[in-house]
């Protein structure tokens, strides 16, 4: 079965280097040979379309030279109606034989033909159906030599047309532009066929303003797009264009044409032969047609000869590529073979290092184990080459993994136990300094000196809960423990009296429950820490509030600030940081110097407790605080609860300058009574200091407290005198 999963595992390497050695040897290939074929299909397909041009070229030479003609005499019968019929019905019979021979060859070339050529056969197939009507209607008169003019020029355009769409859609730019010269003296030919209807319109029947500007375009059109092109032809073709300017039919339809021309609009007989004029037309038109039909020829011929080149190409580059694809991939599948070996031995030795030996040796400096890297972890020799280098590197990487882990694990641990261990010592410090100031409370009699002891043990129950923060960052817990329940009151209480400013929180009303005696320290300090930053980040003047409900869930506490609030980017980031407090090493590498966050994370998630941070309506920060049912202690009519000692205080004559809301302030405590003793006499601490959970309050208190009564007086005697 190993065997098997070896073979299996040398498969996956094997298949990933020929893959790596044959992909681009098979791409090569197949882009060879898909290439190589496209271009033959685009040769064959060139060759095709080039034949069915050049067979098109006499059928479409003879339509639109017939065309031409039926539409001068068909004019010439509307201007003329006592002119010779017999040879506008042979004229006829000439179109109708040369549409045939067309479409016959339009429906081959129609076949394979793009769209810009498709769609203007199609107008001239529509063009040809609708002629035997337009006939029908010249014989009896019903139509206009204008409405003639039109429709026998849409039946010309319309080869034109498909003269240009021959042109665009040829794949070779040399035969596209030579098919555009063939377009060129197209649209020459049929311009100096309009100009002569025209100008035998002029002479019989006569030209209004529009007629005479159509006459002027034409003519214009004619000559200009001739010499426009005759630079661009054959040498042979300019030859042939330079003789036909120079005969006299080219020099008696000139003549003639400017003739009328310089008459203007109107009607104006001939003054010269008439008959030489149209024999002299006659003979140019042919001409013309014959320069079209030639080099139509040259463009067909050079379209044949491109596409027979490019299928050659195409065929003889898809053999070389084919045959040194083929090469490469025999050269890649020998080179391969011993790269597969050396890479499934490496693969071999660096897994049996990764899945039995390293984790290993990582357990056991995780156990505190003394570890020897260098006897530990086994060394590679692949060569010198890449894979070897390869094997060296990861041997290099590996012991050093191994050697950072166990250098890291022994710092930390080292770091975390003198970091506890003065945490500690503060801790038992702190405890300590609170007995001395809560004994010297009880003894001191003096108003100012007790005021001064009441500071100092302020102070020290906020070095206590400091203390403390620095045992829960390292992963224990703190030595306060209570055996019973403790109401939520006292917690509350007890927490803000914790806080530097603990005259500025207010409370409202709180539900009338008790916590588990085990969670009440870690409740206190998250509170403490909650409230801490609530009156260090708002206002002086302004108040925080707390408020409590009880819920289905458990008990929702809601600290509210007035200050500036936060952004809400940072909001999320502390929302997500006590969903998921992070280590204690990360939360140094971090470089945080505020911890109460961090400590309010690990308090909330160690006992369950959902805390939340989110704008308050007054602009500031609102700390929702969520205690489950399973932190709430069920009422027992035998419990016994720890609770603050009662405060009695006389009244003072009037009320005090600051404000107070309507429910009892927090930071509310009896004069005498140790700042330290409201929180730490909630319960007792745990581990090396003893445990003491005092029911009522020591006869002491109750003198001290008189004689705080005695302090509040003076002091209010003083502020009347001042």
Do not use: C
Not at 109 to 123: G, N, S, V, W
Not at 282 to 307: I, M, P, W
Not at 620 to 634: F, S
């Amino acid at each position: 079965m190993r065997t098997l999963k070896r073979l299996r595992g040398s498969g996956t390497i094997q298949s990933r280097v020929l893959a790596i050695a044959l992909i681009p040897s098979i791409a090569i290939m197949v882009v060879g040979v898909v290439l190589s074929g496209y271009l033959a299909y685009q040769g064959i397909n060139t060759r095709s379309f080039a034949d069915n041009v050049r067979s098109s070229l006499g059928p479409s030479s003879r339509v639109i030279q017939a065309v031409q003609e039926e539409r001068r005499l068909t004019t010439l019968q509307l201007n003329d109606p006592g002119a010779d019929r017999k040879k506008l019905a042979e004229q006829r019979g000439a179109v109708d034989t040369a549409l045939v021979e067309l479409s016959r060859t339009v429906e081959r070339l129609a076949e394979d033909a793009p769209d810009e050529l498709r769609k203007p056969l199609q107008l001239l197939g529509d063009a040809a159906r609708d002629l035997p009507q337009m006939r029908q209607r010249a014989d009896f008169g019903a139509v206009t030599p204008g409405q003639v003019y039109d429709f026998y020029g849409d039946l010309v355009d319309f080869v034109g047309l498909s003269v240009q769409g021959i042109a665009r859609s040829a794949t070779d730019g040399e035969v596209a532009f030579e098919q555009t010269i063939s377009s060129e003296l197209l649209r020459s030919v049929e311009a100096q066929a309009r100009s002569h209807v025209l100008v035998q319109r002029a002479m019989t029947r006569g030209l209004d303003e529009k007629e005479y500007h159509e006459l002027a375009h034409q003519m214009g059109t004619y000559h200009e797009l001739i010499e426009t092109i005759v630079p661009r032809l054959t040498d042979q073709e300019r030859t042939d264009y330079t003789n036909l300017k120079g005969t006299d039919s080219w020099k008696t339809l000139v003549a003639g044409d400017d003739k009328i021309m310089a008459k203007g609009p109107g009607k104006h007989p001939a003054d010269f032969d008439v008959d030489a004029w149209e024999k002299a037309h006659q003979v140019v038109s042919e001409n013309l047609l014959k320069l079209y039909a030639a080099h139509s020829t040259y463009a067909a011929d050079l379209g044949h000869e491109r596409g027979g080149a490019v299928l050659t190409a195409s065929l003889t580059a898809g053999g070389v590529i084919l045959l040194l694809a083929i090469a490469a991939m025999v050269v890649a599948l020998r080179q391969s073979r011993s790269l597969i070996r050396r890479l499934t031995t490496l693969r071999k030795d660096t897994l049996e290092v990764a899945e039995h030996k390293l984790p290993d040796v990582v357990a056991r400096i995780g156990r505190g184990e003394r570890v020897d890297v260098e006897s530990e972890l086994p060394t590679f020799d692949h060569g010198d080459d890449e894979i070897g280098q390869v094997a060296r590197a990861f041997e290099k990487a590996q012991r050093f993994a191994v050697s950072a882990a166990a250098e890291e694990a022994e710092t930390r641990q080292g770091v975390r136990s003198v970091f506890l261990n003065m945490a500690h010592r503060n801790q038992v410090m702190v405890h300590k300094q609170l007995q001395v100031l809560d004994k010297a409370e009880r003894s001191e009699e003096d108003p100012d000196q007790l005021a001064l002891l009441f500071q100092l043990d302020h102070l020290a129950t906020r070095s206590r809960r400091n203390a403390e923060s620095l045992i829960i960052l390292g992963g224990k817990r703190p030595g306060r423990q209570w055996r019973n329940p403790v109401p939520l009151l006292d917690v509350v209480r007890g927490a803000v009296s914790e806080t530097e400013h603990y005259s500025r929180v207010d409370t409202g009303s709180l539900p009338d429950v008790k916590l588990t005696g085990a969670v009440v320290a870690d409740v206190i300090h998250l509170l403490a820490e909650l409230v801490d930053n609530a009156t260090a980040f708002s206002p002086a003047e302004t108040h925080v509030d707390i408020v409590a409900t009880r819920v289905g869930r458990g008990v929702v506490i809601e600290i509210e600030d007035q200050g500036q609030g936060i952004q809400e980017e940072r909001l999320a980031e502390l929302n997500r940081r006590l969903q998921s407090p992070p280590d204690f090493g990360v939360m140094a590498l971090t470089g945080e110097t505020r911890i109460g966050l961090f400590v309010v994370g690990q308090l909330a998630n160690r006992n369950g407790i959902k805390v939340a941070l989110r704008e308050s309506i007054y602009g500031g920060v609102q700390a929702v605080v969520m205690l489950p049912n399973e932190l709430i202690a069920e009422e027992s009519p035998v419990e016994q609860t720890a609770t603050l000692a009662p405060v009695v205080a006389p009244q003072p004559r009037r009320a005090p300058l600051e404000r107070r809301t309507p429910g009892e302030s927090l930071a509310t405590r009896t004069p005498g009574e140790s700042l330290g003793s409201l929180s730490g006499s909630l319960g007792s601490v745990s581990g090396s200091l003893p445990l003491f959970e005092p029911a009522v309050e020591p006869e002491p208190e109750r003198s001290r407290a008189g004689f705080s009564a005695f302090q509040r007086g003076v002091q209010q005697a003083r502020g009347e005198d001042a």
